[in-house]
């Protein structure tokens, strides 16, 4: 049997740019015509899609690591290369993409289908056929490719079910689930929790069935982080309707009416809008309880082991789940998009070294060979027309500084 796995950390990387190719024609006794070489092809991009079909992030768990295609290297003639095939990753729905060293949320991928762009791959080189002007009529140098994206990501699985079972360990939950559905998680007569949620599907007619999700057994102090609260408690955020479970044997000494508060309270202190879903309050074990405590009792009740009231609590939460998908609002996926401004601005980030930032500019310098007078000469045309020896100039850099642009650095001359 698979674990269920609700948590993981996610590696991915865009494909690397393929390099532009030097190149020129071949003509007759012509040694070097005009130039011909191609485009380096575009690095694939990762994208994350939401797919019904998933059930956890176990896939990641030992295998965090996803990386695109790379781009293929342009060729003579003209000829540019392929790009990489972007890379699908399927998670569940439900899942929330964050930012590991931050925390910030950046997806929220509520359906099926629904999709974000986790990272893009590098830029393909421009050939020497693209250098040519009037000025350069015989160009010998090309771009490098740009090299694809990476970042970190936790993954965070929150359930997408229609009934969340709410109730403390032992209360039943594992036992109605099983009974009303295929789902089989493990029982035991022992006062202590599953540990992981389950999903099972009840149907109660051929038109009307509906996803129950037997969540890990509550205690006081969960909305505190108090066992494994937070983790457990994040699974009923996305449930259209609240079951919560008493056990009216009350076989740990805890009253039928405070289980009912004590589980109010924890859900309201970890989100207080969960108090406004619709909810149905079921007793359970009447096979075991005194006949006092279920005639006491002023909600309805059940036993799953004897499946008596099952099909009426069923049926009940059948109707509660079909009013809430009626008035329910869809929920769209949020996606956060922070495009990287490609103007250039300088920071100065010690006693005489200063570091010029900007997509524009970090490229510039990562797509070409500074090791050929002629590449060099280019970078200094593209960064002079960003604006940035006028930039270090007006932030106090004086003939001797170091400048960084991404991870090459070379000394500040004020005629550069």
Not at 211 to 229: F, K, Q, T
Not at 254 to 266: C, F, I, K, N, Y
Not at 382 to 409: C, H
Request: charged share 25%; net charge negative.
């Amino acid at each position: 049997m698979s674990a269920f796995v609700d948590e993981a950390q996610l590696n991915v990387r865009g494909g690397d740019g393929g390099a532009g190719c030097v190149s020129f024609r071949r003509e007759g006794p012509v040694a070097y015509g005009g130039p011909n070489g191609g485009d380096g092809g575009k690095g694939g991009d990762v994208w994350i899609v939401a797919d019904r079909n998933v059930a956890s992030l176990l896939a990641f768990r030992d295998h965090p690591h996803r990386r695109a295609a790379d781009g293929v290297h342009g060729k003579g003639k003209d000829l540019h290369g392929r790009r990489g095939e972007d890379l699908i990753v399927y998670v569940p729905e439900g899942t929330l993409a964050r930012d590991m060293y931050t925390g910030e949320v950046l997806a929220d991928l509520v359906n099926h289908g629904d999709k974000w762009l986790a990272t893009e791959g590098g830029r393909g080189g421009r050939g020497n056929a693209k250098f040519l002007n009037n000025r350069r009529r015989a160009p010998s140098f090309a771009e490098q490719g740009e090299v694809g994206r990476e970042r970190w990501l936790r993954l965070e699985l929150k359930l997408m079910a229609d009934v969340a079972l709410v109730g403390f360990p032992n209360v039943g939950k594992s036992t109605f689930i099983s009974a009303v559905s295929a789902a089989k998680p493990r029982i035991a007569n022992y006062p202590f929790t599953t540990l992981e949620p389950h999903l099972g599907v009840v149907r109660i007619d051929d038109e009307t069935e509906f996803v129950m999700a037997d969540i890990p057994g509550l205690i006081e102090g969960a909305s505190e982080g108090r066992g494994l609260g937070h983790q457990f408690l994040r699974h009923v955020e996305r449930a259209r309707v609240l079951c919560f479970l008493i056990d009216l044997a009350a076989l740990d000494g805890v009253e039928p009416d405070d289980q009912l508060a004590t589980l109010r309270r924890e859900l309201g202190n970890y989100r207080s809008e969960l108090l406004e879903r619709p909810t149905l309050v079921v007793g359970t074990k009447t096979d075991s309880a005194t006949a006092e405590a279920v005639a006491a009792w002023p909600h309805l009740s059940m036993s799953a082991v004897t499946m008596l009231n099952v099909r009426t609590v069923t049926g009940s939460l059948a109707r509660l789940v079909a009013q809430a998908r009626d008035t329910e609002p869809l929920e769209e996926a949020t996606v956060i998009v922070r495009p990287e401004p490609e103007h250039a601005w300088v920071e100065q980030i010690g006693e005489g070294e200063y570091r010029v930032h900007g997509r524009a500019a970090e490229r510039a310098v990562a797509l070409n060979d500074v090791s050929s007078p002629e590449s060099l000469s280019y970078i200094d045309e593209r960064l002079a027309k960003l604006g940035v020896p006028r930039m270090l100039a007006r932030a106090g850099a004086t003939e001797g500084d170091v400048v960084w642009i991404a991870e090459f650095s070379f000394e500040y001359a004020p005629d550069l």
